[in-house]
């Protein structure tokens, strides 16, 4: 199969498959449904039906769908940002930020809402961003601006508040519900509130990152290289940093950690329409969206209770993603 | 009332304003607002809901306590008392009821209980129901209360005031019968199931010890439930072990791992044998048969006050 053909499979693949979630996603549930509800629903709506279809439903699906598209566009950036397979949104300490700030604030019951975000959302957000600042000027500082440095650091950084984390939910037992809440990631009170504070910054987030993708693209030459052939690599590098660590806090804040996506659907791309990351950025965001779309359907559906989404997304991408590889070898 | 006074003429138009202000708009059938115990406004139903969602056990066995088993729709997967729960549909458990289910049975009122994450309880007022959450308290004093609660928000205010009444004559009796004795055995508790799990000072089974004439020996720690330590049973050396369990099956079993594998013999309580069986369904739910189980163990701790009725 050429990589033209692959290239088109792959679209036809995407969309056909993001629409057919949302369908089903907005078919199924513990309450059961039919199609011919749906239809006649539409037709004429009642009360009880809008607020499982439109309410529940639906706004849950769309919320899945942003917050893959904006864990997968982090992580392809920051994959191209570190040149480094390795990379992904916890790597820099965003996740164990934004989690650590969620806690906290859940601990101290803080719950004053604001931008469509609850309480310990908007901390988690504010933390997760602070954290990322704190790494980069740490690095900065120390060694220029290696690579490994930062992601060291960010390591560390992230560590650190992965402690914290665990130290604040220890003191408080009787937040367990919580703890798997921001640890293992959830859509369980997913609403239209949250993806309308979410999307406009993703799509944005996305732009941005189309439009630099040919720098993207120079920097994966070397900096000095990149740099030599006209691209303004600091600023792009910021801009690039920002926008992850953006997409990252915004997904966790409205979702709790969600792992994989970021580190796995980049790869998963790349490995089927190549690495130019203008296409794989768009790429990237739609099969993340749609990944995250079908992980909350089997979180919802496969047992009577719910199950964190982070198992659903690790159990199901991890043995995808060897196959990938290895098929490619 | 002094400073009414010299405002006689005042007062009286104040006093006749609030009389005439019901028959004003209607407002004698509209909703009034009454306070849930997040201290969120809550519109008090005209008359008693026909549709109602209960969201922990303690309420489902208040409401049908109350003569409202017939218009509970949805109760959580642990609401097995009484025995007509199970026919009723289930909405999830504590801390995982389903949005979506509670929503499909279209409830008129959804009382919710302290242990309901309060993240999933604003999720459910969102979509526009009438969610009505309850505290529970410290002790077994806050039942009653608990209990008119209920009763208010349910338009059962008379029956609730009943129940109330019966159940403190049997709680003061017990008050009585304890008051005045002369040494209050020391009781341990364990929650049979993994380990020495047992009630803390912060535990409504704490409060039950010690009116029931006893005394807890995990009293001092500063939590609900905790894992006690071997060497400090050994140090308390407890005259009384009560073993909350579901079944007498489970007593037995609890009763062999205590004797046998649990690593504290020799204390007072399996020399004497005074281990008994307290049933767990019952004393685990904050609802009337606390009462019940006060009753039991204060029989157990002094059967000679007690006429020796277990």
């Not at chain 1, 499982?52 to 566009?73: C, H, K, M, T, W």
């Not at chain 2, 969102?126 to 004093?141: C, N, Q, R, S, T």
Request: overall charge positive; glycine content about 10%.
């Amino acid at each position: 199969m050429s990589r033209k053909t692959g290239r088109r499979v792959f679209w036809i693949a995407c969309i056909v498959l993001c629409l057919a979630g949302f369908l089903v996603s907005i078919l199924t549930g513990p309450v059961r449904t039919t199609p011919g509800d749906l239809l006649r629903f539409i037709q004429e709506p009642d009360r009880v039906q809008a607020a499982i279809f439109i309410d529940l439903r639906l706004a849950r699906a769309v919320l899945a769908f942003l917050v893959g598209a904006a864990l997968a566009l982090s992580g392809a950036i920051l994959q191209g940002y570190f040149r480094n397979p390795m990379a992904d949104p916890f790597v820099v300490g965003v996740s164990s930020g934004a989690s650590l700030g969620a806690v906290v604030a859940a601990a101290l019951g803080f719950e004053a809402a604001a931008f469509g975000f609850s309480g310990p959302g908007l901390l988690a957000f504010l933390s997760g961003l602070g954290i990322v600042s704190l790494v980069y000027a740490l690095s900065l500082r120390r060694g220029g601006s290696k690579v490994e440095t930062f992601l060291l650091t960010g390591i560390a950084a992230g560590a650190l508040a992965s402690a914290l984390t665990s130290f604040f939910l220890f003191m408080r037992s009787d937040s367990y519900d919580q703890a798997v809440f921001w640890l293992l990631g959830s859509f369980q009170l997913a609403e239209w509130g949250q993806a309308a504070a979410i999307a406009p910054w993703i799509v944005l987030c996305l732009l941005g990152s189309v439009w630099l993708g040919r720098d993207m693209d120079l920097l994966a030459l070397g900096d000095e290289t990149a740099q030599a052939l006209g691209s303004p690599v600091r600023r792009v590098r910021k801009a690039f940093l920002a926008m992850s660590a953006l997409l990252a806090a915004l997904a966790v804040a409205v979702s709790g950690i969600i792992g994989f996506v970021g580190l796995v659907v980049p790869h998963w791309v790349r490995i089927l329409i190549g690495p130019g990351h203008r296409v794989l950025f768009v790429a990237s965001a739609l099969a993340g969206g749609t990944f995250l779309l079908y992980c909350d359907l089997l979180a919802r559906n496969i047992l009577p209770a719910e199950l964190p989404i982070g198992v659903i997304t690790a159990a199901v991408g991890a043995p995808f993603f060897l196959y990938l590889l290895h098929k490619k070898r | 009332m002094s400073a009414a006074r010299p405002r006689g003429p005042l007062a009286l138009l104040a006093a006749a304003l609030t009389l005439w202000a019901p028959s004003v708009k209607g407002v004698h059938g509209r909703a009034q607002d009454i306070q849930d115990d997040l201290g969120r406004p809550f519109p008090l139903p005209s008359r008693t809901p026909e549709r109602i969602v209960s969201m922990a056990p303690n309420v489902t066995e208040i409401l049908f306590a109350l003569g409202l088993g017939g218009r509970v729709v949805g109760v959580t997967r642990f609401c097995d008392f009484p025995p007509e729960t199970a026919s009723i549909r289930r909405i999830g458990g504590l801390v995982d009821p389903n949005i979506e289910v509670i929503q499909s049975l279209d409830p008129d009122l959804v009382i919710a209980f302290r242990g309901n994450p309060l993240r999933l309880v604003g999720r459910i007022r969102k979509l526009g129901l009438p969610v009505f959450v309850l505290d529970i308290g410290e002790g077994l004093d806050s039942l009653l209360p608990l209990i008119a609660r209920i009763g208010r928000v349910t338009r059962t205010e008379a029956r609730a005031a009943a129940l109330a009444a019966g159940l403190r004559h049997r709680l003061g009796a017990v008050d009585k019968a304890t008051r005045e004795i002369a040494s209050r055995p020391k009781v341990f508790v364990l929650l049979y199931g993994q380990g020495l799990w047992t009630c803390g000072g912060e535990s409504y089974v704490d409060d039950l010890i010690g009116r029931a004439g006893g005394m807890n020996v995990a009293s001092s720690l500063p939590k609900k439930w905790a894992l006690y330590k071997r060497e400090r049973i050994l140090e308390d050396d407890p005259d009384v072990i009560f073993i909350l369990a579901r079944s007498s099956g489970d007593f037995a079993a609890g009763r062999d791992w205590l004797l046998r594998k649990a690593g504290v013999p020799g204390v007072s309580a399996m020399r004497s044998g005074r281990i008994y069986e307290v049933d767990e369904n019952a004393a685990s739910r904050f609802g009337p048969r606390l009462v019940d189980v006060l009753e039991q163990m204060a029989a157990l701790l002094h059967p000679e006050r007690s006429g020796g009725r277990p």
